[in-house]
């Protein structure tokens, strides 16, 4: 960790990070993480300055070690519906309702926190700073990560498992070839200008 935290008075305290806001593909995915201090997990980082290697041994020790741990998401009809911003707020909410233990409080990544029935605060550059947010954003990534895996064996002329979803000039150039897939976020400007000259 970075930058020092102090933490707030309280015993059962989850972190929740999200990843997936700026692809123009799939679900924004939320995860919420308790640690068990018993049992600590070493070498959490911004799961986006960790080796995919890395990510998935800690994704294994996270799973395995953690007090609870849940996954949330708002698919991509939620993000198109609802906008990214309040999906995002959503998929969060799905991740700590989710956990088998409540937690007393919650640290968010970010500067806002969604309405939740306990105590929240919103840590910015919260995934280098506090460890159960790093390792939310750490169960976040690889799991969208591995979905983009997935839905590049249905479509692998999009290269989803190369660029994950986002806007990299492969993918505009195939979404312009190929049209938009069931999975593409039509709210978003490209997909919509896309869909507008089909």
Not at 32 to 47: H, K, T
Not at 134 to 149: H, P, Y
């Amino acid at each position: 960790m970075t930058e020092s935290f102090i933490y707030p008075a309280a015993t059962l305290i989850a972190g929740v990070d999200e990843v997936g806001r700026g692809p123009l593909v799939g679900a924004v995915v939320t995860a919420a993480v308790i640690l068990d201090p018993a049992r600590p997990v070493l070498g959490l980082a911004d799961s986006k300055k960790l080796s995919e290697k890395r990510r998935e041994a800690l994704y294994e020790e996270i799973t395995r070690y953690a007090l609870a741990w849940s996954v949330g998401r708002a698919e991509a009809s939620e993000i198109d519906s609802i906008n990214i911003y309040q999906a995002t707020l959503l998929a969060m909410q799905r991740a700590v309702a989710a956990l088998a233990v409540v937690p007393d409080f919650v640290l968010v990544d970010g500067n806002r926190c969604p309405l939740l029935p306990m105590p929240s605060q919103a840590i910015v550059k919260g995934d280098s700073r506090v460890a159960e947010i790093s390792a939310a954003s750490i169960i976040a990534k690889v799991t969208r990560d591995r979905e983009m895996a997935a839905l590049h064996l249905q479509f692998p002329e999009y290269g989803f498992a190369q660029h994950k979803g986002y806007p990299t000039a492969f993918h505009l150039e195939k979404l312009a070839l190929h049209g938009a897939t069931v999975h593409h976020r039509r709210s978003f400007a490209p997909v919509r200008r896309v869909l507008e000259l089909a």
